[in-house]
């Protein structure tokens, strides 16, 4: 399936964004929309059976760890890990729905046998249960205090030299490492292994949120 990305969910205050603001005020822009949208779509997995439930928040978790991955020069890295293990997790759980949605959304209805419909209702249970014994709805809410609490900042002379400057530094280095690692795909991609295509695909999407994130803050508005 394609992937498909809607206007918040969730109102989220968020403060004026554009050309020239800093470094750890655009990271906490992205950080409040991202957490924003992973709560809203993890409270819609626990709640309704809507395949777009499991596929959402997934597409936010990654676009997190992307965030997380491009503001690690301001960032400190043992808690950005402790927080990109958590997504990952929290990731690879939701998957196990998103994997079962899409071959079901595949099949005629027909061939989905009632034993099938049964197991696919058990699995969608089992992942609530596991996401709710590891208090996954807490990931957004602890992920946001500790960013307004500066708890994930760096605060070294060179790292507060960062973050108080424009965002331009840390984007332009962040876009160019991202294009630089899908540009060295030189291979026919149609006749790429299925796994190395995958994972090509995966840089792209690195390079399209990348591309997203720092579009509002690169680009004056109306231009």
């Not at 997995?45 to 991955?69: F, Q």
């Not at 790429?192 to 792209?204: D, I, Y």
Request: hydrophobic share 45%; net charge positive; glycine share 6%.
């Amino acid at each position: 399936m394609d992937e498909q990305v809607d206007e918040p969910v969730a109102a989220v205050e968020l403060a004026e964004i554009g050309p020239g603001m800093t470094a750890e005020a655009a990271f906490r822009h992205i950080a409040q929309r991202c957490g924003a949208e992973i709560d809203a779509h993890l409270a819609f997995v626990l709640d309704r059976d809507d395949p777009e439930g499991p596929h959402k928040a997934r597409v936010w978790l990654r676009r997190l760890v992307t965030a997380l991955d491009a503001f690690g020069p301001i960032l400190k890295r043992r808690a950005t890990a402790g927080l990109r293990d958590e997504a990952k997790a929290i990731f690879r759980e939701l998957g196990k729905l998103r994997d079962r949605d899409v071959m079901m959304a595949r099949l005629d209805a027909a061939d989905v046998s009632p034993k099938l419909r049964d197991a696919s209702a058990r699995l969608r249970e089992k992942v609530r249960m596991r996401l709710r014994e590891r208090n996954a709805v807490l990931f957004s809410p602890v992920m946001l205090r500790a960013v307004d609490e500066g708890a994930l900042f760096r605060t070294g002379p060179a790292a507060l030299v960062l973050r108080a400057g424009p965002v331009d530094d840390i984007a332009v280095e962040a876009l160019d490492l991202a294009w630089e690692t899908c540009a060295k795909q030189k291979a026919d991609l149609r006749r790429l292994p299925p796994e190395v295509l995958h994972g090509f695909r995966k840089r792209l999407k690195t390079l399209r949120y990348l591309s997203e994130f720092f579009a509002p803050f690169l680009i004056a508005q109306g231009a």
